[in-house]
């Protein structure tokens, strides 16, 4: 139920200048059923949550390094195409890329397995990979048709790493 997720995001975001409409993707991939929905707005901070099985995994897991990890390599590769990032220029990282993000991850899977403190972090490794492959398929298909939404994100990630190289550069002056 599409509405489910997005309107999540809605509610998360509904106090804060937004860039862009909510986007939803979903896909399947070993099994495991994946939905994510993302957002984002002015705010110069990140917000993903992840699901599996309508548990809140509240210490993250294999689903959400899955997302982080795929997403962020989508957005450098875009990054590069578009001539934002040169020959020369270092990847943005994953903090860069995910800066105004709000992001609900939810997957269904037939046998989690949860660790941590508090039984709320996903252990399962196909998860990841099936977040990856379902993500690396819509992510670019989304963004292939929704190009000036795209620049808005990317124009985010490097507002982000001017930010963190000032401080970077500021920190080693100290030295």
């Not at 959400?64 to 990032?85: C, D, H, P, W």
């Amino acid at each position: 139920e599409p509405e489910g997720i997005v309107g999540y995001i809605r509610d998360m975001n509904h106090n804060t200048e937004s860039l862009h409409e909510p986007v939803y993707l979903k896909g399947e991939a070993d099994g495991i059923q994946v939905e994510v929905a993302f957002q984002y707005t002015n705010e110069f901070r990140e917000n993903v949550l992840g699901f599996c099985n309508n548990i809140c995994t509240m210490e993250g897991g294999t689903h959400i390094t899955g997302f982080k990890t795929k997403f962020t390599s989508v957005m450098n590769q875009y990054a590069r195409e578009l001539g934002i990032l040169k020959e020369k220029d270092k990847n943005f990282t994953g903090a860069d890329v995910r800066n105004g993000m709000t992001a609900v991850l939810s997957i269904k899977h037939k046998d989690p397995r949860f660790e941590g403190q508090t039984k709320t972090k996903l252990d399962n490794p196909d998860a990841g990979k099936a977040v990856s492959e379902v993500l690396g398929e819509e992510l670019p298909l989304y963004y292939d048709r929704n190009l000036e939404e795209l620049k808005k994100v990317i124009a985010c990630a490097e507002k982000s790493a001017k930010i963190r190289k000032a401080e970077e550069r500021a920190r080693t002056n100290l030295i």
